[in-house]
């Protein structure tokens, strides 16, 4: 076997090298979209600061899950690892309760990355609604997103039904083009001069900023409404048993993406704050790089670079729909969900997976406000990033996982670092979030949040007692052939 095909541990190839790791991730930048007129309406320019600071987090997180990575090659992800470490050996009771404990983390995962399509759905409905105004004349803004949404699903769900060839290289492709245009957006400014310093040193603080309890809460919320797209970047690493030589492959991908991430968020926030100001960014909070484009570009110039950044999106929308099927249909096919989700077509699609994920963001769609689902969405981020970094504490403490082979090493003392990353999750960025939505978008989001994440728990036990039916169903069979079998050996007898 070449050495380019040397199995990673549960039959994926180590076939990529670090600069294809990095190819993966390019298209998170994309996700400050949202937030890029939520958070300045807090933090004013220093939004651009909580950026960088957030992008650092994303660091030190990443380097504990790189390491859990290639530990665990057989391990999907964040979710994957976090249900290996929290699971009872040779369990032999009814519910474990240690794999609840993974398999809620898979779950808040899932709903952490799913509602991309209902966020991207509204800001595809949003930058047309500006683009072209007439389109405002016939449709509101919320009708024009479902439509978008009804077409972009529908749309992605023929597109994959016939599954995927040569993915992996689709995906780097996919991935570096929807970057383009965003860097075109953020440095173009720069080049032009139409970024003012005053817009950003003359609005820095908000002026009834106080480190209070109040604001600290704040704070707290905006670092996770932050983390959801300033950390996302965690991909470059979970790919580690695909690399081909893990112990330098992953390193070299996360700091470069690292990099690039700090770069595209810091600038594009100063960009559009550079060029609006602050109120100005606060007067177009869903789609702010429409007056940027304009007033950089002109009226055919910023249609060109607006259309572009739309394809960007789709292309966003596909990742997160590919990426969240498939971590339903891993949930199902590991028992943490009714097995109906884990059906596919004869083409490996996951396509119940998929239209219960189409079927859901419509409904988030309805929400409105993308910052309302990122909101809602955050909340299962951090749960997601806690119990993930507990796992990562939990794998280098205890006895059964401390001596497995770790291919990538995060720096000596990391599960330090990891639990207190853990703890400012949860349940700091938690509280923070919570208290954040109840001041400006109220507490739909926060409901939302905490109803999706509690449905989980019935549905868990249903799908463990749907496994047990199944599992003495196909032992009742088995024992009813052995006794055909053996009746039938007396006979002949």
């Known amino acids: 076997m070449s050495e380019n095909h040397v199995d990673g541990g549960d039959g994926l190839e180590r076939s990529i090298d670090w600069k294809q790791g990095l190819a993966i991730a390019l298209g998170v930048p994309l996700l400050i979209l949202p937030s890029l007129g939520y958070l300045p309406m807090y933090l004013s320019a220093a939004a651009i600061l909580i950026w960088g600071l957030s992008v650092i987090q994303g660091f030190f997180q990443n380097a504990a899950y790189a390491e859990m990575a290639t530990t665990f090659p057989k391990a999907s992800g964040l979710p994957g690892f976090a249900q290996h470490v929290f699971r009872t050996a040779n369990y032999q009771g009814k519910y474990d309760k240690s794999k609840l404990i993974g398999g809620f983390s898979a779950w808040s995962y899932w709903f952490a990355w799913t509602p991309v399509l209902a966020i991207f759905s509204i800001l595809v409905g949003s930058y047309l609604h500006g683009l072209f105004p007439v389109l405002g004349e016939m449709f509101t803004e919320n009708q024009l997103a479902l439509m978008t949404g009804l077409v972009i699903f529908g749309g992605l769900f023929v597109v994959n039904w016939f599954g995927l060839k040569d993915g992996a290289k689709l995906g780097y492709i996919l991935a570096a083009f929807s970057l383009i245009p965003l860097v075109v957006l953020t440095v173009a400014p720069f080049a032009t001069g139409h970024v003012e310093l005053a817009n950003i040193t003359g609005s820095w603080i908000p002026a009834d900023w106080a480190w209070d309890m109040h604001h600290i809460l704040i704070l707290l919320g905006i670092f996770a409404i932050a983390q959801w797209s300033a950390c996302a970047w965690e991909t470059a690493a979970i790919y580690g048993p695909e690399y081909k030589n893990p112990a330098k492959d992953v390193s070299k991908a996360l700091f470069a993406c690292g990099v690039i991430c700090f770069f595209s968020f810091v600038l594009v926030q100063a960009a559009v704050i550079g060029v609006l100001g602050v109120d100005g960014v606060l007067d177009q909070p869903v789609s702010p790089l429409i007056p940027v484009a304009h007033a950089v570009f002109g009226e055919a110039g910023s249609m060109i670079t607006i259309i572009m950044l739309i394809a960007a999106m789709v292309l966003i929308i596909q990742t997160a729909y590919l990426g969240s099927s498939r971590a339903m249909h891993s949930m199902a096919v590991e028992g943490n969900l009714p097995r109906t989700l884990g059906k596919t077509n004869r083409h490996g699609t996951p396509f119940i997976a998929m239209l219960v994920i189409g079927a859901f963001n419509l409904v988030l769609i309805f929400m409105g406000n993308p910052a309302a689902i990122v909101a809602a969405s955050a909340i299962g981020y951090t749960c997601a990033n806690g119990i993930s970094l507990f796992a990562y504490v939990r794998a280098k403490k205890h006895p059964a996982f401390a001596s497995l082979e770790r291919p990538f090493k995060a720096p000596k003392g990391w599960k330090h670092v990891a639990m207190v990353f853990g703890l400012f999750n949860l349940p700091l960025c938690l509280a923070g979030v ?60």
């Open 434 to 493: 919570v208290y954040l939505n109840s001041l400006e978008i109220g507490w739909t989001p926060t409901w939302v949040g905490f109803i999706v994440l509690a449905l989980y728990i019935p549905i868990w036990f249903y799908s463990q007692n749907e496994t047990r039916r199944a599992n003495h169903k196909a032992a009742a069979a088995g024992a009813t052939g052995r006794d055909a079998g053996d009746l039938s050996k007396a006979s002949s007898s």
